[in-house]
C-alpha cells in the first residue's frame, strides 16, 4: 500500500513535494516512541489531516496540509505500522523488525 500510493508524494529521503519519509517518521517517531501510539497517532491524523494537530508546521507551511485520503482507518494503521517498521534510510527500504 504504501510503495504504490505514498511514495508519489513521500519520496524516501527526499524532500521535494512533500517532507520525506526519513524526515516525517524521525518527527513523529521522536514524540510517538512506542509502535502503538505512533500508528494510532499517524493513522488517526492522515484520516482527518488538521493544521493544529501536526507536529511539523514548517512542512505545513512549505507545501500545504495533506489532502483527505479516502483509506479506511485499518488500512491506515497497516501502512502506519509499515513506516514504524521500516528504515527507509536504504535504498529500498529495508524492513526490519524488533
Known sequence: MFNGNCITCHKETQTISAP????????????????????????????????ESSLMQDSIQKHGLMP??????DTLKEISA??????????????WSK
Open 68 to 73: 483527505h485520503l479516502s483509506y479506511d482507518i
Open 20 to 51: 520525506s519519509v526519513v524526515k516525517f517518521k524521525e518527527v513523529y517517531k521522536n514524540a510517538f516512541p512506542e509502535k502503538e501510539e505512533f500508528i494510532n497517532y499517524m493513522s488517526t491524523w492522515v484520516f482527518n489531516p488538521k493544521a
Open 82 to 95: 509499515y513506516i514504524y517498521e521500516t528504515d527507509f534510510t536504504t535504498r529500498g527500504g529495508k524492513y
